[in-house]
């Protein structure tokens, strides 16, 4: 569950030298999207609003630039023991690289993050449950095909 402990998945993200980091760029090409559709709303939203009042649209952060950011955060998620998860961690250094880019107004910021916290949650519930009803489904098929 979001913003729930789970120490036994603090670790660093896949890309970190000698923890599971791709060996090349093709390998790191192949590699699937820190998110899927991480605050494209939030960020459609936020650049509307930035563009409104003067500044200029903001540009999201790069799949390189999130994996540095959740990195030296999870230092900090580490050593201070906070019950965060990784794709938590994730959504918090897309969050601050996005907002350090803007030029609006600070008041514009919390509901962009609230928004996109929202879409976070809601992808994740939609991934529990799908997990859930495949987990459901092959149980059903393992006692249609036990014997009697």
Known sequence: MPGQPCADSLHAPAGVAGLGAPRDQAEEDRRPEISDGRGRRSLELFSQAETASGGTAVSEPTADEVLRGTTALLTFVREWDLPLNP?????????????????GPLEDIPPA???QIREHVEAYRRMS????????RKKAEADRQAPP
């Open 113 to 115: 993050v609230e928004e």
């Open 129 to 136: 449950e799908a997990m859930g009803e495949a987990a459901r």
């Open 87 to 103: 794709e938590n961690v994730d959504e918090m250094a897309y969050a601050v690289l996005l907002h350090a880019r803007s030029v």
